[in-house]
């Protein structure tokens, strides 16, 4: 006997249900990752009795990956730890299982320290905002702050120095370092040349409990937000359109063609401002640079904040 279709009305309103599960299960991923919940109040929801659907519906893998400062690699290793399926939900986990992922995020809890108050702070935004000059700033005149240092093609601009500014490489040594795996990211900026976050450095100042700083373009800020959700990312903000432009011609260290090309370029990037957890407006070099100071200690709920 033929299998009967379902009615046209089940199927969307099965779509429009799926759809707000979706949400729901975003919405209880961003409040943790916000800490404006617990872990531990995300699996007490889901094993209530009536359970909160979208708790008990959400993936453990999820729920322990929404948590700053865990990052895939981190809960991989958990799951394992605890004997838990990387499919399993947090409403089907069996009482044996319940109780040792609640005892395992209790000692977590009660261990944390400054280890796990540092964090990966990415400064990043338009052609000639200042990023540089910021960062310059920041190395100068708040020592306690790790900046992370890229590594790049170019040859160095005026007043640059190698290990300082950057690792200045040739492309044979950038292609023996992204093929070893030893780069958080990497991008191709205004098609021209190479840009690269070596990353053992950053893991051994977080080891360490060092919160780092990393300036890098808009490609690489993507890149590291995929890698490590966890990191806290900011967009630096001209004053206004007509200060860029002046700031980038007046440098004067590209010509007249190149200069055009990267304003486009910049035009695209402040698009994408939306994307970052806080923007702060480069108007004055020093109080942007307390500004991103500050937010390496700001707790992740206040995001979407403008500042300067």
Do not use: C
């Amino acid at each position: 006997m033929p299998r009967l279709a379902p009615p046209e009305v089940d199927r969307v309103a099965a779509a429009h249900a799926a759809v707000a599960a979706r949400r729901a299960r975003a919405a209880v991923k961003l409040a943790v990752h916000d800490r404006t919940r617990s872990a531990v109040d995300v699996l007490e929801a889901a094993w209530a009795d009536p359970p909160a659907a979208a708790e008990a519906s959400l993936r453990v893998r999820e729920l322990l990956t929404s948590i700053p400062s865990l990052g895939p690699t981190r809960v991989a290793k958990a799951m394992r730890e605890l004997g838990i399926a990387d499919s399993k939900r947090v409403g089907g986990l069996g009482v044996r299982q319940r109780r040792k992922l609640l005892e395992w995020l209790d000692n977590r809890e009660n261990r944390r320290g400054p280890r796990d108050l540092a964090r990966l702070v990415v400064l990043a935004g338009p052609t000639a905002v200042g990023k540089g000059t910021v960062s310059t700033y920041i190395r100068e005149n708040y020592p306690d702050v790790h900046l992370s240092v890229s590594a790049t093609t170019r040859a160095p601009r005026p007043g640059e120095v190698d290990g300082v500014n950057y690792f200045f490489v040739s492309d044979e040594e950038f292609d023996r370092l992204e093929s070893s795996g030893q780069m958080l990211e990497t991008a191709t900026v205004h098609n021209a040349f190479r840009y690269g976050t070596p990353r053992a450095p950053i893991d051994e100042a977080l080891a360490t409990g060092k919160s780092v700083l990393l300036e890098i373009d808009l490609q690489g800020a993507r890149s590291v937000r995929r890698v490590m959700p966890e990191a806290v990312l900011v967009f630096l903000l001209p004053p206004t359109w007509e200060e860029l432009v002046r700031r980038l011609i007046g440098r004067g260290t590209e010509d007249s063609a190149e200069q055009q090309r990267r304003l486009e370029t910049a035009k695209a990037e402040l698009a994408a401002q939306d994307e970052f957890d806080f923007r702060v407006v480069n108007s004055e070099v020093s109080t942007a640079a307390r500004e991103v100071v500050d937010l390496m200690v700001i707790p992740k709920n206040y995001r979407s904040s403008t500042h300067g």
